[in-house]
């Protein structure tokens, strides 16, 4: 049974950093896609940044590019965000998705057939 599970969410204040973990289990993700989505209050989930297991190649929201950087550990089977300089707009709860074939479009959250429960980031003004 695969499982994702988050961490790292936390409230701090605008132009601080962040890191939030995904620890995978159950599966390898080999030739896979990893990603980060959130949700804000009373908005849709949408995409933040995607990872490929195996090449390490990587994409971003531009909303987030140049502040966040994916990144996967193959030995640990972990996917980590990390995010600077956040801003009140990046308030939102953080989900961590697994097991994208290559080739299906990586932004698009229901291509993704596992999620985790999502972890709480607040960022203050």
């Known amino acids: 049974q695969v499982q994702l599970v988050e961490s790292g969410g936390a409230l701090v204040q605008a132009g601080d950093s962040l890191r939030l973990s995904c620890a995978a289990s159950g599966r390898t993700f080999s030739n896979r896609v990893m990603a980060w989505f959130r949700q804000a209050p009373g908005k849709e989930r949408e995409f933040a940044a995607a990872?490929?297991?195996?090449?390490?190649?990587?994409y971003y929201a531009d909303s987030v590019t140049g502040r966040f950087t994916i990144s996967r550990d193959n030995a640990k089977n972990t996917v980590d965000l990390q995010m600077n300089t956040l801003k009140p707009e990046d308030t939102a709860v953080y989900y961590c998705a697994a097991g994208l074939p290559m080739g299906m479009i990586y932004y698009t959250r229901t291509n993704y057939p596992y999620w985790g429960q999502g972890t709480q980031v607040t960022v203050s003004s």
């Open positions: 990872v490929h297991w195996s090449s390490g190649r990587t």
